[in-house]
């Protein structure tokens, strides 16, 4: 199987943020700092504690927010060469190869540790941090099953 990709910046942008917010530590940290803002708040409208642990947990949420859905994804975005190129992909029974006019590589099923799909892409993961994003522009229904079945039978997840 071959298809072309390319990377449209604002689909890239939100795939990363769904890596990002996939990752069990930041579901942790979003959860923890949700339960102490609802403590604090409940606790300050019961008039039991001042404001100020209930504005620094409103602040400490706010920022971690602004870090998780904009910083993050567009220093990402912003550092890497990747998506700013076209690449031609190939699918065969031994792994992935990525072409584009500056070289190409060749990536074997065994390398990938596990994958997940987003609105916009397949998420492709060679460990926790080093993952590459397949774009589903380019494809039609067809082409979408047809690598959701290889990626199935290939990468165990």
Request: glycine fraction near 2%; charge should be positive; avoid cysteine.
């Amino acid at each position: 199987m071959k298809f072309n990709i390319s990377y449209d910046k604002n689909k890239t942008i939100q795939g990363l943020r769904y890596h990002f917010f996939s990752k069990r530590e930041i579901k942790a940290l979003l959860i923890i700092v949700n339960v102490f803002a609802i403590i604090a708040a409940i606790l300050f409208y019961s008039g039991k504690i001042r404001p100020e642990p209930f504005v620094l947990f409103s602040f400490i949420w706010i920022i971690m927010m602004i870090s998780i859905w904009f910083i993050l994804p567009y220093s990402i975005y912003r550092k890497s060469t990747t998506f700013k190129e076209s690449f031609s992909l190939f699918l065969n029974e031994s792994g992935i190869r990525l072409d584009n006019e500056r070289g190409y590589v060749n990536w074997p099923w065994e390398t990938f540790t596990k994958y997940f799909e987003s609105p916009n892409f397949f998420h492709l993961y060679f460990d926790e941090k080093s993952f590459f994003l397949v774009p589903k522009d380019n494809m039609d229904e067809e082409t979408m099953n047809n690598l959701r079945e290889v990626l199935q039978s290939k990468i165990r997840v």
